[in-house]
């Protein structure tokens, strides 16, 4: 078998670099993507390793770059990719990328604080002018006299709360005004600011408990939303002024105002100053647009000159940063001038790996050629499964169940033409499958734009890696859809109907429930291809048809499956040399397979072939006997039940007699499969023990698989320690009655393709009938806007519900059937995957976590 069928042959090499090469061989090493190293200092602390000092500078040039990626996306600034990926630079190199990034992260943070200043100092500024503005008509208010003013207090200082508690309260007035009701003597000191508005409430409420009540406030609304020059948001605020008299209050009050984080500004008595201060204010505004203009302009030129190089400065960075982190699982010699590593290679990339290694050598100038030497082990290697974009996906559907072990049979090839076979069974409809179809052809013509917008969409992200997948799955629903003559609960009339009624049209139009007679009715040969479309109309036993159909097909295709399964473990025997589990585990597998559901099928088509409703008696649709009573009574030995005169009670000569045979022969071969296997292990240890020759490694053989033709790795673990005769007892005794119950009720579980396909044919005769129906049967302009809406909400239930989710439902069906059914009779997927070094798949992940962040 070639690797498409199998793991590719791994070989465990070690590597001797010279201190000066070795970077740029790693490096090499990178972009090829074929190597995995293992770390030889397992015990050393990271922080204790050769290249610790590099690896951490690579972190704080990876930072910077991230601090600038945030400031770019921040200003929605597009930045440059073009899908090349550079060399990894020299190590000389590293220190004009750390001055690089230095220089530019400490222009751009002077320019962000200088920016946040500017707009603080315009924050201040627009507060102030709005507190100048507003406060004036305060003062204005004053200028109305001494009652009016003191009757605005006395309005403003009943609040919620007092309103609230019931309070009874006469007029309110402030201390100073009992001593005087002279105009000159009313003039108390009082304070201005901003606050937050929502803060209000409890500010004045916080206002009226302190200080008793002896406060006058006003408050007004600035009207436009103001920007917090710390982080950019906007925020509502409200200006405010507040009236008291005396030193104690007013303490009171500032450490009130200081609580509630408002800002408190100053705001001249005499309106002449507060003209002049108001004009001198709005002069420095326009002064701050200008220079707060010109920052920006600046830090928008600075941010686009990094954004042509950021992400090339990150893959260089990512790249160098990778190198030292290999170079750190390296051994240095006692001479301190060669670096020696460990790593796995596929054995047929070996001369690819050496070229690679000597353009490393060139590129350092060093003269010294690096040495690869193949080791010899008996350590289980990694898995490696070659793929391309298109079997890619099947892999991953493999692999979710579990990585196959070393060298053994993969199912992913296999994968690609069953799985959405067994998923078109289920979903078999025209005009659905030709929507998924579509769908998958427009991601795999768009595949490259599409792959190019990175995206942390999750749901996306697996459309479209599955995008082969939903492409066959929806070409062989297309199949199936034509196969059962059904597209969206239709039927197709391409050849005509094979049926003529020989009822006149009155009769047939007025009796819904009549069936034509197949014998009488039917004329010429069988339909050409698919269904009849007349099944269509026939409301009386199309589902009764139909089942029969499908759950017989399902039964077929199922025992097909597994029993495909079962012959890919004789594969699995041949190549690991396991003698012993091709004879007593395989063979009896299979012939128990075979004589009970394999037969079972060939009855089937038995009956198919010699029964026919045109037929005379014995072989009409009378005398059919029922296929599952016919295998109920064969694994009982009953005896058949009477049958109708004329009719046979068997289908064929000898039926009886070879039953009773299959039978006894596959319930014979359950005791083989139980203990052929464990006895021969116990007598090869017991010949062992007797003639004391060193012949562990025939009998490790004998029990896990043996040696594979890769010559020094061992299949299934030939050399690791014995395992107990009682523990291989145990599990060959749950290993066969998984087996035999399993082929029971595996055989029972590929009637899910039946059931589900069944399911989605009514879901959509459903939906035609209650919902694209109605708007079919109206008339005239009014029935044309009827059906627009109608059709429209068919087609939203129809790609929602029918297409989506029940796509997604026979999907999961389809996994079971193919991890639990089939894979179960031959794939152990106990291996571990091939982790290459590759530049290409840091750079992925690196991009996918900074789009995470």
């Given at each position: 078998?070639?690797?498409?069928?199998?793991s590719?042959?791994?070989?465990?090499?070690?590597?001797?670099l010279?201190?000066?090469a070795?970077?740029a061989?790693?490096?090499?090493?990178?972009?090829?993507?074929?190597v995995?190293f293992?770390?030889?200092?397992?015990?050393v602390n990271?922080f204790?390793?050769?290249f610790?000092?590099e690896v951490?500078?690579c972190d704080?040039m990876?930072?910077k770059?991230?601090?600038?990626?945030?400031?770019?996306?921040?200003?929605?600034i597009?930045?440059?990719?073009?899908?090349?990926s550079?060399e990894a630079?020299q190590p000389?190199?590293?220190?004009d990328l750390?001055?690089?990034?230095?220089?530019?992260?400490?222009?751009?943070?002077?320019?962000n604080q200088?920016?946040?200043?500017?707009?603080?100092n315009f924050?201040e500024l627009?507060?102030l002018?709005h507190?100048?503005?507003?406060?004036?008509?305060?003062?204005?208010?004053?200028e109305g006299?001494?009652?009016?003013?003191?009757e605005s207090?006395?309005?403003?200082?009943i609040?919620d709360e007092?309103?609230?508690a019931?309070?009874?309260?006469?007029p309110?007035?402030l201390g100073?005004m009992?001593k005087?009701?002279?105009?000159?003597?009313?003039?108390?000191c009082f304070?201005?600011?901003?606050?937050?508005r929502?803060?209000l409430p409890?500010?004045?409420?916080?206002l009226?408990?302190a200080?008793?009540?002896?406060?006058?406030?006003r408050?007004?609304?600035?009207e436009?939303?103001?920007?917090d020059?710390t982080?950019?948001?906007?925020?509502?605020?409200?200006?405010?002024?507040?009236?008291?008299?005396?030193?104690?209050?007013?303490?009171r009050v500032?450490?009130?105002?200081?609580?509630?984080?408002a800002?408190l500004?100053p705001?001249?008595e005499?309106?002449?100053d507060r003209?002049?201060?108001?004009?001198g204010?709005m002069?420095?505004i326009?002064?701050?647009n200008?220079?707060?203009?010109?920052?920006?302009d600046?830090?928008?030129r600075?941010l686009?000159?990094?954004?042509?190089n950021?992400?090339?400065?990150?893959?260089?960075?990512?790249?160098?940063?990778?190198i030292?982190?290999?170079?750190?699982l390296?051994?240095?010699?006692?001479?301190?001038?060669c670096?020696?590593?460990?790593?796995?290679?596929?054995?047929?990339?070996i001369?690819?790996?050496q070229?690679?290694?000597r353009?490393g050598?060139?590129?350092s100038?060093?003269?010294v050629?690096?040495i690869?030497?193949?080791?010899q082990t008996?350590?289980?290697?990694p898995?490696?499964?070659?793929?391309?974009k298109f079997t890619?996906?099947?892999?991953a559907?493999?692999?979710?169940y579990?990585?196959a072990?070393?060298?053994e049979?993969?199912p992913?090839?296999y994968t690609?033409?069953?799985?959405?076979?067994?998923?078109?069974v289920m979903?078999g409809?025209?005009g659905?499958?030709?929507i998924?179809?579509?769908?998958g052809?427009?991601?795999?013509?768009k595949e490259k734009?599409l792959?190019a917008?990175k995206?942390?969409n999750?749901?996306?992200n697996?459309?479209?890696?599955?995008?082969?997948?939903i492409?066959?799955?929806?070409?062989?629903?297309?199949?199936t859809g034509?196969?059962?003559?059904?597209?969206?609960s239709?039927?197709l009339?391409i050849f005509?109907?094979?049926w003529?009624?020989?009822?006149?049209?009155?009769?047939?139009?007025?009796?819904k429930?009549?069936q034509?007679?197949?014998k009488?009715?039917?004329?010429?040969a069988p339909?050409p291809?698919?269904?009849d479309?007349?099944w269509q109309?026939?409301n009386a036993n199309k589902?009764?048809?139909h089942?029969?159909?499908?759950?017989?097909?399902s039964?077929?295709f199922g025992?097909i499956?597994?029993i495909f399964g079962?012959?890919?473990?004789w594969h699995n025997?041949?190549?690991?040399?396991n003698?012993?589990s091709m004879?007593?585990?395989?063979?009896?597998q299979?012939?128990?397979?075979?004589l009970l559901?394999?037969y079972?099928?060939?009855?089937?088509?038995?009956?198919?072939?010699?029964?026919?409703?045109?037929?005379?008696k014995p072989y009409n649709?009378?005398?059919?006997p029922?296929i599952?009573?016919?295998?109920?009574?064969?694994?009982l030995?009953?005896t058949?039940?009477?049958?109708?005169?004329?009719c046979?009670?068997?289908?064929?000569?000898g039926?009886?007699?070879i039953?009773?045979?299959?039978?006894?022969v596959?319930v014979?071969?359950i005791?083989?499969?139980l203990?052929?296997?464990?006895?021969?292990?116990m007598?090869?240890?017991?010949?062992?023990?007797?003639?004391?020759?060193?012949i562990?490694?025939?009998?490790?053989?004998a029990e896990?698989?043996?040696?594979?033709?890769g010559?020094s790795?061992?299949?299934?673990g030939?050399h690791?320690?014995?395992?107990?005769?009682?523990e291989i007892?145990?599990?060959?005794s749950i290993?066969?009655i998984?087996?035999v119950l399993?082929?029971?009720?595996h055989?029972?579980s590929?009637l899910?393709?039946?059931?589900?396909?069944?399911?989605h044919?009514?879901l959509?005769?459903?939906l035609w009938?209650m919902?694209l129906s109605?708007?079919l049967?109206q008339e005239?302009w009014?029935g044309g806007?009827?059906?627009?809406?109608?059709?429209?909400?068919?087609?939203?239930?129809?790609v929602?519900?029918l297409?989506?989710?029940?796509?997604?439902?026979?999907?999961?069906?389809t996994?079971?059937?193919?991890?639990?059914?089939?894979?179960?009779?031959?794939?152990?997927?106990?291996?571990?995957a091939f982790q290459?070094?590759?530049?290409?798949a840091?750079?992925e992940?690196?991009?996918?976590g900074?789009?995470?962040?």
């Amino acid at each position: 078998m070639g690797s498409l069928f199998r793991s590719e042959e791994m070989a465990l090499c070690q590597l001797f670099l010279q201190s000066e090469a070795a970077y740029a061989c790693v490096s090499e090493l990178g972009e090829l993507g074929l190597v995995q190293f293992r770390d030889l200092n397992p015990d050393v602390n990271a922080f204790q390793r050769k290249f610790v000092n590099e690896v951490r500078r690579c972190d704080e040039m990876e930072r910077k770059l991230r601090y600038l990626e945030k400031e770019i996306k921040k200003d929605g600034i597009p930045m440059l990719d073009t899908g090349e990926s550079p060399e990894a630079p020299q190590p000389r190199e590293m220190i004009d990328l750390e001055a690089t990034f230095e220089k530019l992260e400490n222009e751009l943070r002077e320019v962000n604080q200088n920016a946040e200043a500017l707009k603080r100092n315009f924050l201040e500024l627009t507060e102030l002018k709005h507190i100048l503005r507003k406060t004036q008509v305060f003062f204005d208010e004053q200028e109305g006299g001494v009652n009016q003013t003191t009757e605005s207090m006395t309005r403003a200082l009943i609040t919620d709360e007092a309103r609230t508690a019931g309070a009874s309260m006469g007029p309110v007035q402030l201390g100073y005004m009992e001593k005087s009701n002279e105009r000159e003597d009313f003039m108390p000191c009082f304070v201005a600011g901003v606050i937050l508005r929502e803060r209000l409430p409890a500010f004045e409420r916080m206002l009226w408990r302190a200080c008793r009540g002896n406060v006058f406030l006003r408050q007004a609304m600035i009207e436009t939303p103001l920007e917090d020059p710390t982080n950019g948001d906007q925020v509502h605020k409200s200006v405010f002024i507040i009236f008291f008299q005396g030193d104690q209050l007013k303490t009171r009050v500032k450490k009130i105002c200081e609580g509630f984080r408002a800002t408190l500004y100053p705001c001249p008595e005499a309106p002449a100053d507060r003209r002049e201060m108001a004009m001198g204010v709005m002069t420095r505004i326009e002064d701050l647009n200008t220079v707060l203009g010109q920052t920006q302009d600046h830090r928008h030129r600075v941010l686009v000159a990094a954004a042509k190089n950021l992400k090339n400065w990150f893959v260089k960075v990512r790249k160098i940063k990778a190198i030292y982190h290999t170079l750190n699982l390296f051994n240095l010699d006692v001479t301190q001038k060669c670096l020696i590593a460990e790593c796995w290679v596929p054995l047929l990339d070996i001369e690819t790996i050496q070229l690679a290694l000597r353009r490393g050598t060139e590129r350092s100038g060093s003269s010294v050629p690096p040495i690869l030497n193949r080791m010899q082990t008996f350590e289980n290697p990694p898995t490696y499964n070659r793929t391309n974009k298109f079997t890619k996906a099947f892999q991953a559907l493999i692999d979710a169940y579990g990585v196959a072990s070393y060298r053994e049979m993969n199912p992913a090839p296999y994968t690609i033409i069953t799985f959405p076979f067994l998923f078109a069974v289920m979903f078999g409809d025209l005009g659905h499958g030709a929507i998924m179809a579509l769908f998958g052809l427009w991601m795999i013509r768009k595949e490259k734009g599409l792959a190019a917008q990175k995206t942390d969409n999750e749901i996306w992200n697996i459309f479209f890696g599955g995008r082969y997948i939903i492409f066959l799955m929806g070409v062989f629903s297309m199949y199936t859809g034509l196969i059962y003559n059904d597209i969206f609960s239709k039927s197709l009339n391409i050849f005509g109907s094979h049926w003529h009624m020989s009822y006149n049209k009155s009769t047939v139009m007025e009796n819904k429930f009549l069936q034509l007679n197949p014998k009488g009715d039917y004329e010429g040969a069988p339909y050409p291809f698919g269904m009849d479309p007349i099944w269509q109309v026939a409301n009386a036993n199309k589902i009764i048809f139909h089942n029969a159909y499908k759950m017989k097909i399902s039964i077929i295709f199922g025992v097909i499956h597994m029993i495909f399964g079962v012959i890919m473990s004789w594969h699995n025997h041949t190549y690991f040399r396991n003698r012993i589990s091709m004879i007593y585990e395989f063979i009896p597998q299979l012939v128990f397979l075979l004589l009970l559901f394999f037969y079972m099928v060939l009855l089937m088509f038995i009956k198919w072939i010699k029964f026919a409703a045109t037929n005379e008696k014995p072989y009409n649709e009378a005398c059919a006997p029922s296929i599952l009573i016919t295998f109920i009574d064969m694994v009982l030995f009953n005896t058949p039940k009477p049958v109708p005169e004329k009719c046979e009670v068997y289908m064929f000569l000898g039926q009886h007699f070879i039953q009773v045979l299959f039978v006894l022969v596959a319930v014979g071969c359950i005791p083989v499969m139980l203990l052929a296997k464990p006895l021969l292990i116990m007598q090869a240890r017991k010949q062992a023990n007797e003639e004391v020759q060193p012949i562990a490694g025939a009998t490790s053989d004998a029990e896990t698989g043996g040696v594979s033709n890769g010559g020094s790795h061992g299949g299934g673990g030939g050399h690791e320690e014995e395992e107990e005769l009682s523990e291989i007892f145990i599990h060959q005794s749950i290993h066969t009655i998984e087996y035999v119950l399993g082929s029971v009720s595996h055989t029972a579980s590929y009637l899910r393709l039946w059931a589900l396909s069944l399911a989605h044919a009514q879901l959509a005769e459903v939906l035609w009938t209650m919902v694209l129906s109605i708007g079919l049967k109206q008339e005239g302009w009014v029935g044309g806007v009827v059906l627009t809406c109608v059709f429209a909400f068919w087609a939203i239930l129809t790609v929602g519900i029918l297409v989506l989710m029940e796509g997604l439902s026979a999907f999961l069906h389809t996994l079971r059937l193919h991890w639990v059914e089939f894979q179960s009779k031959f794939y152990k997927g106990q291996g571990y995957a091939f982790q290459p070094f590759s530049f290409d798949a840091i750079i992925e992940n690196g991009a996918a976590g900074t789009d995470a962040e």
